[in-house]
């Protein structure tokens, strides 16, 4: 028998395990498991939970065909009825409270299991380690363990420079049939018996969900009222399609501003995210539509702004996968700072204060634009990338917290939570990732900017409502009059504790901290790190793993006449005076390399000239054997020829540490030694 365990792919499109066992003849067994294990993280929140119930609900109805799919046709209207409701007897999915190893030993015992057919998931650490233990289970039990890809991410890719040929290799493959469940329902076998197992379930009805919700703080299971409703296959495929064809005409222009983000993004995340549509369904459907965009163009049709748009919005798909390959590529990252050199800021002793992190939580900092971002979060669950980016500022910057320790709270209250984009994203905006910018977001300036009229603060901060547009991103400057003729009295911090109700009241805190000096302060704790050698050459490292290859940022440019500085992107590079010149040693293999075909590894698909992938590829190939130096124009100590991207492939050759004649072999690119840390080509001091 095979097993299809659902995890963050509840769909019946563009679904690679339905499409396998569609074509095969065994009885299967649709599994989705509420496993205690994944649900103590301190990520997880009732408002996920319900949503996730929404989607099985939703696919249940469509293997009983209330919801039909014809073909590879999908059909986006679905019935709404179906989608509201929140009740149903399960006859088609298995459903169990259980670990995954327990209920596939439970499985295993009475129907000996074939194979095992699932998604790659590239969740958090506990996943990642629950993944390993089913590997490891299915190995020993002779169980074979199929895992399809659905984001275009790759596993155990060996090279990022691959990592954007692979992604749209992957985009570029059709998707995969919607089954025909009518033909399948009789192979479907629903495992009564398991232990844990769920017969029916009321989204609405709290005792029905006691057992599942006892695995999650008290705290943390009510469900957010304003959420995005409802979660499944039926409602994600509505929201693109309106997306699509009405809402997104104006997205590039509209992303910014929480108030018109708000039905201007595709709000297509918690469907992604839970897998309730496939990221190849969007983008195919989405090159669909601009191919139809453009021919209306060549038609002399007027199609404003939607081409821009939609070319916007196709750049986040794509940033989607490219950062969930960081957590793909390296799981701790959910753990620890990306560069090594940030590890120790934010955690001193002191550094964490409590009643920082409970007033940016709750929404009570008394910098009105945070708190109603914070507040809409607790609502609704989701807010636009722009205010996500600035909570993150403020809370890493300004209060200078610990960007894990903020993580869970994050995670919990956007319903969208994506192990991959969040442990990034949440790294880039608090700066430890050493490859980007520092990015400090001014509050009040980006509230000034985003919402000038204070629509968006008055509708989240009800204790502003009555303040003057002059004064509602700076409250504190209100004189003591108006504050008595609106009836708002900013208060001190710790009467502000006594008082304040978090809804609706007559006061309002004065803010947490000065903005600007604690701005200057963490600023300049950054920089202190930022600017130190070692620090630049671990950032180094972290971009050879993890960095966008999409612009010029990676290429090594020769020296501008008489500098005889080498950069990379724009930084200086110094290569030192005992360091061999790159093109000394590489110099003959990046000419050759200029005369080779343009093909991947299968030799399939010709690349535009200049990318590192070609280098990093001719380099693969011929690890083992520097061919010797040739004359030629290229070879002459300069950096003609190599395209500008002679130093990546330089790094990937193995190469001795001048301090202590270590061989670092396991990480050609590394810019440190792995042993004793000593700057490439320098010899110790
Ligand atoms: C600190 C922080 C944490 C974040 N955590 C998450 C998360 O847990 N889950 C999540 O889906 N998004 C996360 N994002 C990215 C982004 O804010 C959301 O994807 C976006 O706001 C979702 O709204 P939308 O679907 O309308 O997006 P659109 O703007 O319509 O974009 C379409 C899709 O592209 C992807 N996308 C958009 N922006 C980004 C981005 N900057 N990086 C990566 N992918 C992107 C998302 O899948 C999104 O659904 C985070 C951003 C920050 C700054």
Request: aromatic share 8%.
């Given at each position: 028998?095979?097993v299809?365990?659902?995890?963050r792919d509840?769909?019946l499109h563009d679904?690679g395990?339905?499409a396998?066992?569609?074509q095969?003849?065994?009885p299967?067994?649709?599994?989705y ?7 103590r993280e301190?990520?997880?929140h009732?408002?996920?939970l ?16 209330e919801?039909?799919?014809?073909g590879n046709t999908?059909?986006t209207?679905?019935n709404?009825?179906a989608v509201t409701?929140s009740?149903?007897t399960?006859?088609?999915?298995t459903?169990c409270h259980n ?6 030993e439970?499985i ?6 074939g194979r ?8 958090h650490w ?7 233990a089913?590997?490891?289970w299915c190995r020993?039990?002779?169980v074979?363990?199929v895992?399809?890809?659905?984001t275009?991410v ?7 420079d691959d990592?954007?040929i ?10 995969h ?15 009564r018996?398991?232990p844990g197992f769920?017969g ?7 005792t029905q969900?006691d ?7 008290a705290?943390?299971r009510?469900d957010?009222?304003g959420?995005?409703?409802?979660g ?18 104006k997205?590039s ?10 039905n201007s993004?595709s709000r297509l ?7 309730h ?5 969007v983008?195919?459907?989405?090159q669909?539509?601009q ?10 049709r ?11 919005f196709?750049s ?10 960081k957590?793909?590529s390296?799981?701790v990252l959910?753990?620890?700072?990306l560069c ?6 934010r955690?001193?002793d002191?550094d964490w204060v409590e009643a920082?992190?409970v ?13 109603a971002c ?8 989701w ?8 909570l993150?500022s ?5 209060l ?13 209250v956007?319903?969208?939570?994506e ?8 790294q880039?905006q608090?700066?430890?990732t050493?490859?980007n910018?520092?990015?400090v977001?001014s509050v ?7 919402d ?12 502003m ?9 700076e ?13 708002l ?11 304040v ?8 805190p004065?803010p947490i ?7 200057k ?8 790190v930022r ?5 630049k ?7 050879v793993k993890?960095g ?6 990676h290429v090594?440019n ?12 724009k ?15 590489f110099?003959?293999m990046i000419?050759?390399s ?8 299968s030799?399939e ?8 992938t ?7 190939s011929s690890s083992?054997?520097?061919r010797?130096?040739k004359k030629s124009?290229?070879?002459?100590g300069?950096m ?6 002679a130093?990546?492939?330089a790094?990937?050759?193995s ?8 061989r670092?072999?396991?990480k ?5 030694c ?7 080509g320098?010899k110790?001091s």
């Amino acid at each position: 028998m095979d097993v299809v365990w659902l995890k963050r792919d509840v769909r019946l499109h563009d679904h690679g395990p339905l499409a396998e066992v569609a074509q095969s003849r065994n009885p299967f067994v649709l599994l989705y498991l509420y496993e205690p294990d994944q649900l103590r993280e301190p990520t997880v929140h009732g408002s996920h939970l319900r949503f996730v119930h929404e989607g099985l609900l939703d696919l249940e109805r469509r293997w009983k065909n209330e919801c039909p799919l014809s073909g590879n046709t999908l059909k986006t209207g679905g019935n709404e009825q179906a989608v509201t409701s929140s009740h149903a007897t399960f006859e088609y999915l298995t459903i169990c409270h259980n670990t995954a190893i327990a209920t596939l030993e439970a499985i295993h015992r009475t129907h000996p299991i074939g194979r095992l057919l699932s998604h790659e998931e590239t969740g958090h650490w506990q996943s990642y380690m629950r993944d390993r233990a089913v590997r490891k289970w299915c190995r020993s039990n002779k169980v074979k363990f199929v895992e399809f890809n659905q984001t275009g991410v790759t596993r155990n890719l060996k090279c990022r420079d691959d990592y954007n040929i692979l992604f749209n290799a992957f985009m570029a493959k059709p998707r995969h049939p919607t089954p025909n469940v009518e033909s399948l329902q009789s192979r479907v076998v629903q495992l009564r018996n398991l232990p844990g197992f769920i017969g029916n379930l009321e989204t609405n009805n709290i005792t029905q969900w006691d057992s599942i919700f006892t695995e999650i703080p008290a705290d943390h299971r009510h469900d957010r009222h304003g959420r995005q409703q409802f979660g499944g296959e039926t409602k994600a495929l509505a929201t693109m399609d309106s997306f699509l064809q009405e809402r997104g005409s104006k997205f590039s222009q509209d992303i910014s501003s929480p108030n018109t983000a708000w039905n201007s993004c595709s709000r297509l995340s918690p469907y992604l995210a839970w897998g309730h549509i496939s990221l190849r369904f969007v983008v195919h459907s989405l090159q669909h539509r601009q191919e139809a965009l453009k021919r209306m163009k060549a038609q002399g049709r007027n199609t404003g702004t939607w081409l821009r748009s939609l070319q916007a919005f196709s750049s986040r798909l794509h940033w989607r996968s490219h950062f969930i390959q960081k957590l793909e590529s390296e799981p701790v990252l959910e753990l620890r700072d990306l560069c090594p050199a940030f590890q120790h800021l934010r955690r001193q002793d002191d550094d964490w204060v409590e009643a920082r992190y409970v007033a940016w939580s709750t929404g009570t900092t008394g910098f009105p634009f945070v708190d109603a971002c914070m507040r809409c979060l607790l609502e609704h669950g989701w807010i636009n990338f722009r205010m996500r980016a600035m909570l993150v500022s403020f809370a890493c910057y300004n209060l200078w917290l610990d960007w894990k320790r903020i993580a869970p709270h994050l995670a919990r209250v956007f319903l969208d939570f994506e192990p991959g984009i969040h442990y990034p994203q949440l790294q880039m905006q608090a700066g430890t990732t050493g490859i980007n910018a520092m990015r400090v977001y001014s509050v009040t300036k980006q509230g000034k900017d985003q919402d000038p009229t204070g629509k968006f603060i008055r509708r989240h901060v009800l204790e502003m409502e009555r303040v003057p547009d002059q004064y509602i991103h700076e409250p504190w400057k209100m004189p003591q009059s108006l504050q008595e003729e609106i009836q708002l009295t900013i208060t001190s911090r710790e009467r502000a504790d006594q008082e304040v109700s978090l809804i609706e009241c007559a006061t309002y805190p004065e803010p947490i901290v000065n903005e600007q000096e604690s701005a200057k302060i963490a600023k300049a704790r950054m920089s202190d790190v930022r600017k130190q050698e070692s620090t630049k050459n671990m950032a180094k490292e972290v971009f050879v793993k993890h960095g966008s290859r999409n612009n010029r940022s990676h290429v090594m440019n020769k020296p501008k006449s008489g500098t005889g500085v080498y950069t990379l992107g724009k930084q200086p590079i110094s290569l030192q005076d005992n360091q061999p010149k790159i093109s000394d040693v590489f110099g003959e293999m990046i000419g050759d390399s200029k005369k080779k075909p343009k093909q991947n590894r299968s030799g399939e698909t010709k690349r535009s000239s200049n990318t590192i992938t070609q280098e990093s590829e001719l380099l693969q190939s011929s690890s083992t054997h520097i061919r010797q130096p040739k004359k030629s124009k290229t070879t002459t100590g300069t950096m003609e020829g190599t395209g500008g991207n002679a130093f990546l492939s330089a790094n990937a050759i193995s190469w001795n540490c001048l301090a202590c004649t270590f061989r670092n072999e396991n990480k050609p690119f590394a810019l440190v030694c792995e042993i004793c840390g000593t700057n490439r080509g320098e010899k110790s001091s």
